[in-house]
């Protein structure tokens, strides 16, 4: 049991570049949700997902896009990197949208030049 | 809208010792939860301890335990007994009730501990 896991651990990019910030959890968990953590800030939902193929928009969702075709996984999109993206990226999974306590990954430290 | 805060950005305790980190919270909301976060170096974001807004009494686990003053909107951790380990960053976090899950977490309080 992985819990929840997060690719890449570390990424470069340059401004205008795409990618795709892989989320996968093997604990059968509906909800799914993607953080970011800027220096100074606590953790800022960017988007949420309470099943495959339902998602919502979180606090701070421009810039990314995101899907969830299954249970397991929840990637985060960035169509075009811009340096304000450069953040630490936090998925996180709970089993129900019910108040459960949520379950995080390693994070994802982006850079983006 | 809720917002959380904690107005302590560093604290320090002598190892063996106990150390309280303060919350507080605004919200017009009577059925919510609230969470503390532990950010060790690694950054792994790990659950310290959790309360419900309905329950009277303090949760607690092991060395850590809260102080929820639901009238003040105020939800303190108190570490004892402190640990090398337990230096750390420490986030608190609000959960509001109903079919929602999501997360508002304040800048966080950055606790050393002193050999």
């Known amino acids: 049991n992985a819990g929840v896991t997060q690719t890449p651990k570390f990424q470069v990019l340059k401004t205008g570049q795409s990618m795709t910030l892989q989320c996968a959890q093997d604990?059968?968990?509906?909800?799914m949700s993607w953080y970011r953590q800027d220096p100074g800030m606590g953790l800022r939902l960017i988007h949420y997902?309470?099943?495959?193929?339902?998602?919502d928009q979180g606090e701070v969702p421009n810039g990314y896009n995101v899907s969830r075709s299954t249970t397991e996984d929840f990637p985060l999109r960035l169509l075009s990197a811009a340096p304000s993206q450069t953040s630490v990226y936090f998925c996180?999974?709970?089993?129900?949208?019910?108040?459960?306590?949520?379950?995080f990954g390693p994070g994802t430290r982006l850079l983006v030049l | 809208a809720q917002t959380v805060t904690q107005s302590q950005p560093e604290m320090s305790v002598q190892e063996a010792e106990t150390v309280t980190l303060s919350c507080t919270y605004d919200t017009s909301e009577s059925d919510y939860y609230l969470f503390w976060y532990k950010q060790p170096p690694s950054r792994q974001m790990i659950l310290v301890i959790r309360?419900?807004?309905?329950?009277?009494q303090n949760a607690t686990e092991n060395r850590f335990s809260v102080n929820f003053q639901k009238a003040a909107k105020s939800f303190s951790l108190k570490i004892s007994d402190s640990q090398l380990g337990d230096a750390a960053m420490y986030f608190c976090?609000?959960?509001?009730?109903?079919?929602?899950?999501?997360?508002?977490f304040g800048t966080g309080t950055l606790l050393a501990v002193q050999p």
């Open positions: 996180a999974s709970s089993g129900t949208m019910y108040q459960e306590t949520q379950y």
């Open positions: 604990m059968n968990h509906e909800y």
């Open positions: 309360q419900e807004a309905y329950k009277q």
């Open positions: 997902s309470v099943g495959a193929g339902i998602t």
């Open positions: 976090a609000y959960c509001y009730g109903g079919a929602t899950n999501k997360l508002i």
